[in-house]
Protein backbone atom coordinates (compact mmCIF):
# COMPACT_ATOMS: atom_id res chain seq x y z
CA UNK A 1 0.00 0.00 0.00
CA UNK A 2 0.90 3.77 0.13
CA UNK A 3 1.28 3.84 3.69
CA UNK A 4 3.69 0.98 3.84
CA UNK A 5 5.75 2.43 1.20
CA UNK A 6 6.09 5.46 3.17
CA UNK A 7 6.87 4.16 6.20
CA UNK A 8 9.53 1.69 4.62
CA UNK A 9 11.66 4.59 4.02
CA UNK A 10 10.77 6.63 7.05
CA UNK A 11 12.56 3.67 8.42
CA UNK A 12 15.82 3.96 6.58
CA UNK A 13 15.12 7.68 6.51
CA UNK A 14 15.51 8.14 9.75
CA UNK A 15 11.95 9.73 10.25
CA UNK A 16 10.88 8.03 13.13
CA UNK A 17 10.97 9.60 16.83
CA UNK A 18 10.07 8.46 20.50
CA UNK A 19 7.70 10.88 22.49
CA UNK A 20 8.17 10.73 26.18
CA UNK A 21 5.02 11.04 28.71
CA UNK A 22 5.64 11.09 32.18
CA UNK A 23 4.00 8.71 34.57
CA UNK A 24 3.72 10.07 38.42
CA UNK A 25 2.73 8.88 41.68
CA UNK A 26 -0.07 10.16 43.80
CA UNK A 27 2.40 12.90 44.88
CA UNK A 28 2.75 13.98 41.34
CA UNK A 29 6.63 13.00 40.91
CA UNK A 30 7.11 11.58 37.69
CA UNK A 31 8.81 8.09 38.20
CA UNK A 32 8.24 7.16 34.40
CA UNK A 33 7.26 7.57 31.02
CA UNK A 34 5.34 6.02 28.26
CA UNK A 35 7.47 6.18 24.65
CA UNK A 36 5.20 7.02 21.94
CA UNK A 37 6.48 6.21 18.33
CA UNK A 38 5.81 8.96 16.28
CA UNK A 39 6.45 9.78 12.36
CA UNK A 40 7.82 12.94 11.55
CA UNK A 41 8.04 13.08 7.62
CA UNK A 42 11.04 15.51 6.07
CA UNK A 43 8.04 18.52 5.63
CA UNK A 44 7.63 18.54 9.61
CA UNK A 45 3.57 16.50 9.17
CA UNK A 46 3.56 14.27 11.94
CA UNK A 47 1.74 11.14 10.84
CA UNK A 48 -0.14 9.06 14.01
CA UNK A 49 0.60 5.78 15.69
CA UNK A 50 -3.02 5.21 14.51
CA UNK A 51 -2.61 5.66 11.16
CA UNK A 52 0.33 3.51 10.74
CA UNK A 53 0.53 0.97 13.65
CA UNK A 54 -1.80 -0.91 11.94
CA UNK A 55 -0.57 -0.78 8.69
CA UNK A 56 2.99 -1.70 10.55
CA UNK A 57 1.11 -4.87 12.00
CA UNK A 58 -0.48 -6.02 8.69
CA UNK A 59 2.75 -6.03 7.03
CA UNK A 60 5.08 -7.15 9.39
CA UNK A 61 7.09 -4.09 9.37
CA UNK A 62 6.37 -3.72 13.24
CA UNK A 63 8.60 -6.33 13.99
CA UNK A 64 11.69 -3.89 12.65
CA UNK A 65 9.53 -0.70 14.26
CA UNK A 66 9.24 -2.45 17.73
CA UNK A 67 12.73 -3.73 17.72
CA UNK A 68 13.64 0.08 17.05
CA UNK A 69 11.70 1.67 19.84
CA UNK A 70 13.22 -0.87 21.92
CA UNK A 71 16.60 -0.03 21.49
CA UNK A 72 16.00 3.88 21.49
CA UNK A 73 14.48 3.13 24.87
CA UNK A 74 17.53 1.17 26.29
CA UNK A 75 20.23 3.74 24.75
CA UNK A 76 17.77 6.19 26.95
CA UNK A 77 17.62 4.11 29.86
CA UNK A 78 21.57 3.97 29.80
CA UNK A 79 21.57 7.51 29.00
CA UNK A 80 19.40 8.08 32.54
CA UNK A 81 21.30 5.78 34.23
CA UNK A 82 24.52 7.90 34.31
CA UNK A 83 22.89 10.45 36.82
CA UNK A 84 21.66 10.27 40.14
CA UNK A 85 18.28 12.27 39.40
CA UNK A 86 17.11 10.17 36.55
CA UNK A 87 18.29 6.89 37.44
CA UNK A 88 15.48 5.42 38.75
CA UNK A 89 13.51 6.24 35.60
CA UNK A 90 11.61 3.77 33.96
CA UNK A 91 10.69 3.36 30.37
CA UNK A 92 7.08 1.80 29.53
CA UNK A 93 6.64 0.19 25.78
CA UNK A 94 4.23 -0.64 23.56
CA UNK A 95 4.73 -4.15 21.98
CA UNK A 96 2.03 -4.91 19.19
CA UNK A 97 0.45 -8.95 19.31
CA UNK A 98 2.70 -9.54 15.89
CA UNK A 99 5.69 -8.65 17.74
CA UNK A 100 5.08 -10.56 21.17
CA UNK A 101 3.82 -13.31 19.58
CA UNK A 102 6.91 -14.72 18.01
CA UNK A 103 8.45 -17.39 19.26
CA UNK A 104 12.12 -15.51 19.81
CA UNK A 105 10.61 -11.91 21.51
CA UNK A 106 11.94 -12.80 24.68
CA UNK A 107 15.45 -13.93 23.23
CA UNK A 108 15.64 -10.57 21.28
CA UNK A 109 14.70 -8.53 24.23
CA UNK A 110 17.53 -10.05 26.65
CA UNK A 111 19.61 -9.84 23.82
CA UNK A 112 19.12 -5.60 23.63
CA UNK A 113 19.19 -5.46 27.26
CA UNK A 114 22.78 -7.15 27.29
CA UNK A 115 23.94 -5.16 24.67
CA UNK A 116 22.97 -1.62 25.55
CA UNK A 117 23.87 -2.20 29.52
CA UNK A 118 20.01 -1.37 30.30
CA UNK A 119 18.59 -2.49 33.58
CA UNK A 120 15.97 -4.54 33.17
CA UNK A 121 14.17 -3.28 35.97
CA UNK A 122 13.62 -0.07 34.43
CA UNK A 123 12.01 -1.11 31.46
CA UNK A 124 8.46 -2.30 31.53
CA UNK A 125 6.22 -3.88 28.78
CA UNK A 126 2.85 -3.26 27.77
CA UNK A 127 1.26 -5.59 26.26
CA UNK A 128 -2.55 -6.12 25.11
CA UNK A 129 -5.19 -9.16 25.63
CA UNK A 130 -4.80 -10.39 22.04
CA UNK A 131 -0.63 -10.64 22.89
CA UNK A 132 -1.64 -12.95 25.80
CA UNK A 133 -4.77 -14.85 25.45
CA UNK A 134 -3.80 -16.64 22.35
CA UNK A 135 -2.30 -18.63 23.95
CA UNK A 136 -1.53 -17.91 27.64
CA UNK A 137 0.67 -20.72 28.84
CA UNK A 138 3.35 -19.45 25.80
CA UNK A 139 2.67 -15.74 27.27
CA UNK A 140 3.50 -17.39 30.65
CA UNK A 141 6.93 -18.48 29.51
CA UNK A 142 8.13 -15.29 28.04
CA UNK A 143 6.96 -13.59 30.24
CA UNK A 144 8.72 -15.42 33.25
CA UNK A 145 11.95 -15.19 31.29
CA UNK A 146 11.88 -11.58 30.97
CA UNK A 147 11.03 -11.20 34.30
CA UNK A 148 13.90 -13.24 35.85
CA UNK A 149 15.97 -9.82 34.45
CA UNK A 150 13.63 -7.94 36.02
CA UNK A 151 11.59 -6.51 33.31
CA UNK A 152 8.25 -5.38 34.13
CA UNK A 153 5.00 -6.02 32.54
CA UNK A 154 1.83 -3.72 32.12
CA UNK A 155 -1.44 -4.72 30.56
CA UNK A 156 -2.70 -1.87 28.02
CA UNK A 157 -6.23 -0.69 27.23
CA UNK A 158 -7.50 -2.76 30.27
CA UNK A 159 -11.06 -3.69 29.97
CA UNK A 160 -11.71 -2.84 26.60
CA UNK A 161 -11.27 -6.23 25.44
CA UNK A 162 -13.71 -9.51 25.20
CA UNK A 163 -11.98 -11.63 27.28
CA UNK A 164 -12.74 -13.22 30.53
CA UNK A 165 -10.62 -12.27 33.82
CA UNK A 166 -10.02 -15.70 34.13
CA UNK A 167 -6.52 -15.11 32.36
CA UNK A 168 -5.56 -12.18 34.56
CA UNK A 169 -5.04 -14.12 37.47
CA UNK A 170 -2.67 -17.03 35.34
CA UNK A 171 -0.41 -14.13 34.11
CA UNK A 172 2.73 -12.82 35.87
CA UNK A 173 2.34 -9.05 34.85
CA UNK A 174 2.51 -6.04 37.40
CA UNK A 175 0.42 -3.89 35.92
CA UNK A 176 -3.16 -3.32 34.82
CA UNK A 177 -3.38 0.17 32.58
CA UNK A 178 -7.06 1.56 33.04
CA UNK A 179 -8.23 2.45 29.82
CA UNK A 180 -8.53 6.41 28.56
CA UNK A 181 -12.03 5.90 27.51
CA UNK A 182 -13.05 4.67 31.07
CA UNK A 183 -10.97 7.93 32.82
CA UNK A 184 -12.44 10.48 30.66
CA UNK A 185 -16.01 10.58 32.14
CA UNK A 186 -15.53 8.57 35.55
CA UNK A 187 -16.44 11.59 37.44
CA UNK A 188 -20.03 12.03 35.74
CA UNK A 189 -20.97 8.85 34.27
CA UNK A 190 -21.89 6.31 37.19
CA UNK A 191 -21.44 3.31 34.62
CA UNK A 192 -17.50 4.56 33.95
CA UNK A 193 -17.13 5.38 37.67
CA UNK A 194 -18.27 1.78 38.45
CA UNK A 195 -16.36 -0.24 35.85
CA UNK A 196 -12.71 2.07 37.16
CA UNK A 197 -13.42 1.00 40.68
CA UNK A 198 -14.49 -3.06 39.57
CA UNK A 199 -11.14 -2.69 38.24
CA UNK A 200 -9.48 -1.36 41.05
CA UNK A 201 -11.30 -3.57 43.37
CA UNK A 202 -9.52 -6.44 40.89
CA UNK A 203 -5.75 -5.10 41.10
CA UNK A 204 -5.97 -4.97 44.85
CA UNK A 205 -7.50 -8.49 44.55
CA UNK A 206 -4.84 -10.02 42.72
CA UNK A 207 -2.11 -7.11 43.90
CA UNK A 208 -1.36 -5.88 40.67
CA UNK A 209 -0.73 -1.59 40.43
CA UNK A 210 -2.76 -0.06 38.51
CA UNK A 211 -2.18 3.09 36.33
CA UNK A 212 -4.44 5.29 34.75
CA UNK A 213 -4.54 6.56 31.54
CA UNK A 214 -6.10 10.02 29.99
CA UNK A 215 -6.00 11.69 33.63
CA UNK A 216 -6.97 15.17 31.86
CA UNK A 217 -8.36 16.99 35.20
CA UNK A 218 -7.63 17.47 39.22
CA UNK A 219 -10.87 15.93 39.29
CA UNK A 220 -10.32 12.96 37.89
CA UNK A 221 -6.90 12.44 39.57
CA UNK A 222 -8.80 12.82 42.93
CA UNK A 223 -11.57 10.58 41.84
CA UNK A 224 -8.97 7.57 41.11
CA UNK A 225 -6.98 8.43 44.24
CA UNK A 226 -9.71 8.03 46.63
CA UNK A 227 -10.43 5.25 44.91
CA UNK A 228 -6.82 3.34 45.44
CA UNK A 229 -5.30 3.99 42.34
CA UNK A 230 -1.80 6.07 42.56
CA UNK A 231 -0.25 6.39 39.21
CA UNK A 232 -1.33 8.10 36.43
CA UNK A 233 -0.82 9.42 33.11
CA UNK A 234 -2.19 12.18 31.11
CA UNK A 235 -2.52 15.44 29.52
CA UNK A 236 -3.28 16.77 33.45
CA UNK A 237 0.52 15.84 34.30
CA UNK A 238 1.96 16.13 30.75
CA UNK A 239 1.37 15.16 27.11
CA UNK A 240 4.35 13.21 25.60
CA UNK A 241 7.10 15.09 25.13
CA UNK A 242 10.48 15.01 22.82
CA UNK A 243 13.30 14.36 24.86
CA UNK A 244 14.63 17.42 24.72
CA UNK A 245 11.48 19.13 26.07
CA UNK A 246 11.00 16.25 28.69
CA UNK A 247 14.25 16.78 30.35
CA UNK A 248 14.29 21.01 30.16
CA UNK A 249 11.34 21.00 31.58
CA UNK A 250 11.46 18.20 34.57
CA UNK A 251 15.23 18.19 35.02
CA UNK A 252 15.89 21.77 33.92
CA UNK A 253 19.79 21.31 35.97
CA UNK A 254 20.51 17.99 34.84
O1 LIG B 1 0.51 8.40 21.11
P1 LIG B 1 -0.83 8.04 20.57
O2 LIG B 1 -2.04 8.22 21.48
O3 LIG B 1 -1.11 8.74 19.28
O4 LIG B 1 -0.77 6.46 20.24
C1 LIG B 1 -1.78 5.86 19.53
C2 LIG B 1 -1.65 4.35 19.62
O5 LIG B 1 -0.41 3.92 19.07
C3 LIG B 1 -1.72 3.83 21.04
O6 LIG B 1 -2.64 2.76 21.06
C4 LIG B 1 -0.34 3.32 21.29
O7 LIG B 1 -0.37 2.17 22.11
C5 LIG B 1 0.18 2.98 19.91
N1 LIG B 1 1.65 3.09 19.88
C6 LIG B 1 2.39 4.18 20.15
N2 LIG B 1 3.71 3.89 20.08
C7 LIG B 1 3.79 2.57 19.78
C8 LIG B 1 4.89 1.66 19.61
O8 LIG B 1 6.06 1.99 19.74
N3 LIG B 1 4.57 0.37 19.29
C9 LIG B 1 3.29 -0.05 19.17
N4 LIG B 1 3.07 -1.32 18.86
N5 LIG B 1 2.23 0.76 19.35
C10 LIG B 1 2.48 2.06 19.66
O1 LIG C 1 -3.05 2.73 23.77
P1 LIG C 1 -2.02 3.51 24.51
O2 LIG C 1 -2.27 3.53 25.97
O3 LIG C 1 -0.61 3.11 24.25
O4 LIG C 1 -2.19 5.00 24.00
C1 LIG C 1 -1.58 6.07 24.58
C2 LIG C 1 -2.10 7.26 23.80
O5 LIG C 1 -2.93 8.09 24.62
C3 LIG C 1 -1.00 8.14 23.26
O6 LIG C 1 -1.19 8.31 21.90
C4 LIG C 1 -1.21 9.46 23.94
O7 LIG C 1 -0.92 10.54 23.06
C5 LIG C 1 -2.66 9.44 24.33
N1 LIG C 1 -2.91 10.23 25.51
C6 LIG C 1 -2.04 10.40 26.53
N2 LIG C 1 -2.58 11.16 27.52
C7 LIG C 1 -3.82 11.48 27.09
C8 LIG C 1 -4.87 12.24 27.68
O8 LIG C 1 -4.79 12.76 28.79
N3 LIG C 1 -6.01 12.35 26.96
C9 LIG C 1 -6.17 11.76 25.74
N4 LIG C 1 -7.33 11.94 25.10
N5 LIG C 1 -5.20 11.02 25.16
C10 LIG C 1 -4.04 10.88 25.82
MN1 LIG D 1 0.29 2.11 25.92
NA1 LIG E 1 -4.04 2.28 26.51
Known sequence: SHIEHGLKQAISRHE??????????????????????????????????????????????????GLWVLQQACRQLVSWQQSSQTQALSIA????????????????????????????????????????LQDVDAAKQKILQLKAVGVQFSLDDFGTGYSSLAYLKQLPVDQVKIDRSFVKDVTD??????????????????ALEAIAEGVETATQRDFLLQHGCGNFQGFFFSKPLPIEELMATFFPHS
Open 16 to 65: LRLYYQPQVDSNGTMFGVEALLRWQKANGELVSPEQFIPVAEESGLINEI
Open 93 to 132: INVSARQFLRSNYAAEVLYELTQSGARGERLKLELTESAV
Open 189 to 206: NSGDAAIVEAILGICDSL
